[in-house]
Nanobody, 123 residues
Framework: QVQLVESGGGLVQTGNSLRLSCTVS????????MGWFRQAPGKERELVAG????????TYADSVKGRSTISRDNAKNTVYLQLNSLRPEDTAVYYC????????????????WGQGTQVTVSS
């Protein structure tokens, strides 16, 4: 059974940074392309960043490009999302997701999901 567990969320002030972690169990991380999504109240779930299974392909949402970095450590079965220069509009629940097939920007292509971690940015 594949499980994803996120950590690292919290309450921060505008301009600060956070690093989110997602640890995968039940299957080796290298089996998956990985994505970080977020969902704010009343809004659709959107891709923040995604990384292919080997790390050679990476994609970011325009809203976080230049402020965030996704990385993966297959040996530790963990994916990271570094968020810098945080803004109030970054406030959302952040989800880690795993896709068996390929890196995708659509949440519909991800089979496995974590429970989410709340990120709140105060102004």
């Amino acid at each position: 059974q594949v499980q994803l567990v996120e950590s690292g969320g919290g309450l921060v002030q505008t301009g600060n940074s956070l690093r989110l972690s997602c640890t995968v169990s039940g299957r080796t991380l290298s089996s998956f392309a990985m994505g970080w999504f977020r969902q704010a109240p009343g809004k659709e779930r959107e891709l923040v960043a995604g990384i292919s299974w080997g790390g050679s392909r990476i994609t970011y949402a325009d809203s976080v490009k230049g402020r965030s970095t996704i990385s993966r450590d297959n040996a530790k079965n963990t994916v990271y999302l570094q968020l810098n220069s945080l803004r109030p509009e970054d406030t959302a629940v952040y989800y880690c997701a795993a896709a068996v097939q390929t890196l995708s920007r659509s949440y519909k292509d991800y089979e496995y999901w974590g429970q989410g971690t709340q990120v709140t940015v105060s102004s």
